[in-house]
């Protein structure tokens, strides 16, 4: 009974607590049992460590939420890389036939992880962004080439004269003939046999109504003896245009079309071209 009426008279003694301001106001002075005192302390130690835990709280959901847009916007970058090179695959696989480039879609669409090693995948997709570059690149090349290329007959007929050494059936001596006679009736629509420019629309001399297309990548190609032509120098056609109607204009001893093909500077046989596919 002498302890607890010691224990009490110990933690209920009061404890005078003043505060003494640095100015002209008055002090003040408070009375606290020694108990209360520990019932603050604790309580200000309580109220501590629960701000703490909840700024560490507070400080660990915004470094979630920063990573988590970042995350986000990454796979929307990857997204949108990824939907490019599928509609550019689709177009080269028709083209070409080739194989899909699986390695960047199965890096995107892999579940057993349940993660995206984000830095692999960019190289995979700058690997593949720049095959697919090279891959434009030498489309662009062919498709050059294609469309600079003469293919098919300018009109269809009868080969009267080949390409080579023979007589001249007009002049009787023996001389080049640089490109092919197609025999066809006159005013038959003559049409150009690859993508080019108009170099030449006029009279040439033994040629008569001449035409010459500049169809680039070192190809020229030439359309004589015609009743008239329809184009004008400097102007652009496309494979299959009509660009004049067969004659007999110039040295010519009938109707037809004399058709050349020059490629870097030196006629060629036409026949190689002739049938050659063609859309």
Same mark, same amino acid.
């Not at 070409?96 to 057993?112: I, N, Q, R």
């Not at 680039?216 to 184009?231: D, K, L, P, Q, S």
């Given at each position: 009974?002498?302890?607890?009426?010691?224990f009490f008279?110990?933690?209920?003694?009061?404890?005078?607590?003043? #505060?003494?301001?640095?100015?002209?106001?008055?002090?003040?002075?408070?009375?606290?049992?020694v108990f209360?005192?520990?019932?603050?302390?604790?309580?200000?130690?309580?109220?501590?460590?629960?701000?703490?835990? +909840?700024?560490?709280?507070?400080?660990? &959901?915004?470094? +979630?939420? $920063?990573?988590?847009?970042?995350?986000?916007?990454?796979? $929307?970058?990857?997204?949108?890389?990824?939907?490019? #090179?599928?509609?550019?695959?689709?177009?080269?696989?028709?083209? &070409?036939?080739?194989?899909? @480039?699986?390695?960047?879609?199965? $890096?995107?669409?892999?579940?057993?992880?349940?993660?995206?090693?984000?830095?692999? #995948? @960019? @190289?995979?997709?700058?690997?593949?962004?720049?095959?697919?570059?090279?891959?434009?690149?030498?489309?662009?090349?062919?498709?050059?080439?294609?469309?600079?290329?003469?293919?098919? /007959?300018?009109?269809?007929? @009868?080969?009267?004269?080949?390409?080579?050494?023979?007589?001249?059936? #007009?002049?009787?001596?023996?001389?080049?003939?640089?490109?092919?006679?197609?025999?066809?009736?006159?005013?038959?629509?003559?049409?150009?046999? $690859?993508?080019?420019?108009?170099? &030449?629309?006029? /009279?040439?001399?033994r040629g008569?109504?001449?035409?010459?297309?500049?169809?680039?990548?070192?190809?020229?190609?030439? &359309?004589?003896?015609?009743?008239?032509?329809?184009?004008?120098?400097?102007?652009?056609?496309?494979?299959?245009?009509?660009?004049?109607?067969?004659?007999?204009?110039? +040295?010519?001893?009938?109707?037809?079309?004399?058709?050349?093909? /020059?490629?870097?500077?030196?006629?060629?046989?036409? +026949?190689?071209?002739?049938?050659? /596919?063609?859309?």
């Amino acid at each position: 009974m002498h302890k607890v009426r010691l224990f009490f008279q110990k933690n209920f003694t009061p404890v005078t607590i003043m #505060l003494v301001p640095h100015s002209r106001f008055r002090s003040y002075s408070i009375k606290l049992p020694v108990f209360g005192l520990y019932v603050i302390l604790l309580l200000s130690i309580v109220g501590t460590v629960y701000l703490v835990g +909840a700024s560490l709280q507070a400080a660990r &959901f915004y470094q +979630a939420k $920063a990573r988590l847009a970042y995350v986000n916007s990454q796979f $929307a970058e990857i997204s949108n890389t990824v939907r490019s #090179l599928k509609e550019s695959e689709s177009k080269f696989r028709k083209l &070409f036939s080739l194989e899909s @480039k699986t390695d960047v879609m199965d $890096a995107v669409l892999v579940e057993d992880t349940g993660s995206v090693n984000m830095d692999a #995948l @960019k @190289k995979q997709i700058d690997s593949s962004i720049k095959s697919v570059s090279e891959i434009r690149l030498y489309l662009a090349e062919q498709k050059d080439i294609y469309l600079s290329t003469p293919i098919g /007959w300018p009109a269809k007929g @009868k080969i009267s004269s080949e390409y080579g050494i023979r007589v001249h059936p #007009l002049l009787g001596r023996r001389m080049l003939h640089a490109g092919v006679d197609i025999s066809i009736p006159s005013g038959t629509p003559l049409r150009a046999t $690859a993508e080019g420019v108009v170099s &030449f629309a006029g /009279w040439e001399g033994r040629g008569g109504n001449t035409v010459v297309v500049e169809d680039g990548n070192g190809f020229r190609t030439a &359309f004589a003896h015609n009743r008239e032509n329809i184009v004008k120098v400097g102007q652009r056609v496309r494979r299959g245009d009509v660009i004049a109607y067969s004659g007999a204009t110039g +040295a010519a001893s009938g109707p037809h079309v004399h058709y050349e093909v /020059w490629k870097n500077g030196k006629s060629v046989d036409p +026949a190689d071209y002739l049938d050659r /596919w063609v859309d």
